[in-house]
């Protein structure tokens, strides 16, 4: 049987998709360079060249060189011709977000609004995906999809909670949180979610174990940017780990998992749920809050050691207590470095980049993601 034709045809695939991706991440590149860099002859670097442009994709986005006759035309994307929407659900707000095909938010949005499995709760989801495709004046065939984080476990078809104690959401579908929505949806994890906001535009390391600080404690293991799901979709579940045999109860029904000692309400709630004002607190040297915070770093530290322990990778610490802890990650190294037994230096622990919206964030990236892979 002859190939050849085939064959052919996923060349000419190749060639435009690293000629797109080289200008989607570079910017501003001309002919010359893209023949050079990706060893292409110029009449099949022109020839792309004209495809994308015809197709909406790339654009000339100005001239370079100091010879006025000798000036070439570099080349952008079009970075809005495309856009994903990405929604984070928590028990007392919703944060909405647009992101274009750099990875970048073009808008965002944070509403108060009590999570409740109702009708009007998802109409009110799809109320806000309007607004947004109206405030930022969008065609219907601009949006690739709406990604909806949750703080649950989602099965491996991206279609159900099977586990939602947190917001007591368990079995709720994609359809029925999502089904007013007019465009594609699909649900994930916050914790899987922000961990690949954090692996695509934060650290931007294909390798981490991302550490979710929020009201309620998780994770997500990342290979070469992707989320490693596990055999059940159970995967970084590490909130629950044990660290304390007899220790204090669990909403899981367990005793001393990491959860109980290092979710961000061990923190907000001496503040009156206001964690920044704990970090203040903190920092005018209240004693109560010091020995709080002894007693979360003194956990947080154990939970640490044991991630790298199994995976001997970079650990992002993120979610609401990962963007106040940059000033304390020295001693949070120092903790670590006392409990592992191989290694004296701890710059595997990175603080999060992308603060607020990881979640939101990386529930659109994916829908981006997909919109590159096709082009
Ligand atoms: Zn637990």
Not at 22 to 35: D, F, H, P, T
Not at 49 to 65: H, N
Not at 72 to 85: F, P, Q
Not at 110 to 134: G, H, I, N, P
Request: some cysteine; aromatic content about 8%.
């Amino acid at each position: 049987m002859d190939h050849s034709g085939q064959n052919l045809f996923d060349t000419k695939r190749v060639n435009r998709a690293r000629i797109y991706n080289l200008i989607r991440e570079k910017g501003n590149v001309s002919r010359k360079e893209l023949a050079y860099t990706l060893q292409l002859s110029l009449p099949t670097v022109n020839q792309n060249l004209s495809e994308l442009m015809e197709d909406g994709y790339i654009r000339e986005s100005g001239l370079v060189g100091k010879t006025v006759g000798r000036r070439a035309t570099v080349y952008s994307i079009c970075e809005d011709v495309r856009v994903a929407i990405g929604i984070d659900i928590t028990k007392n707000h919703i944060i909405i977000v647009c992101v274009n095909l750099n990875g970048e938010a073009i808008y965002r949005k944070k509403v108060r609004r009590l999570f409740e499995r109702s009708s009007q709760y998802s109409k009110y989801l799809s109320e806000l995906v309007d607004e947004t495709v109206e405030c930022l004046k969008l065609k219907e065939e601009q949006v690739a999809g709406v990604g909806i984080a949750v703080p649950g476990l989602i099965t491996l078809e991206g279609d159900k909670i099977f586990y939602g104690k947190s917001l007591n959401f368990t079995g709720m579908t994609c359809k029925e949180l999502a089904g007013f929505i007019p465009y594609e949806a699909e649900l994930y994890n916050d914790a899987d979610a922000a961990g690949y906001a954090e692996a695509h535009i934060g650290n931007v390391i294909p390798d981490s174990f991302y550490v979710s600080l929020n009201n309620s404690v998780g994770g997500a293991i990342l290979i070469n940017g992707q989320v490693y799901r596990g055999e059940r979709a159970k995967s970084g579940e590490i909130g629950h780990m044990t660290l304390e045999p007899e220790g204090e109860p669990c909403f899981c029904g367990q005793k001393g998992c990491l959860d109980v000692y290092c979710n961000a309400t061990v923190l907000s709630e001496h503040t009156d749920g206001d964690l920044g004002a704990f970090f203040e607190s903190l920092n005018r040297g209240d004693q109560e809050c010091m020995d709080i915070w002894e007693n979360y770093l003194r956990y947080l530290a154990l939970g640490i050691n044991n991630i790298r322990m199994l995976f001997d990778c970079k650990i992002i610490l993120g979610g609401y207590v990962g963007a106040y802890l940059e000033p304390y990650l020295e001693e949070l190294k120092k903790r670590v470095i006392e409990k592992n037994p191989f290694e004296k230096e701890s710059d595997y622990l990175k603080i999060c980049k992308v603060k607020g919206e990881a979640s939101a964030m990386g529930a659109a990236l994916p829908f981006v993601q997909k919109v590159i892979d096709q082009i």
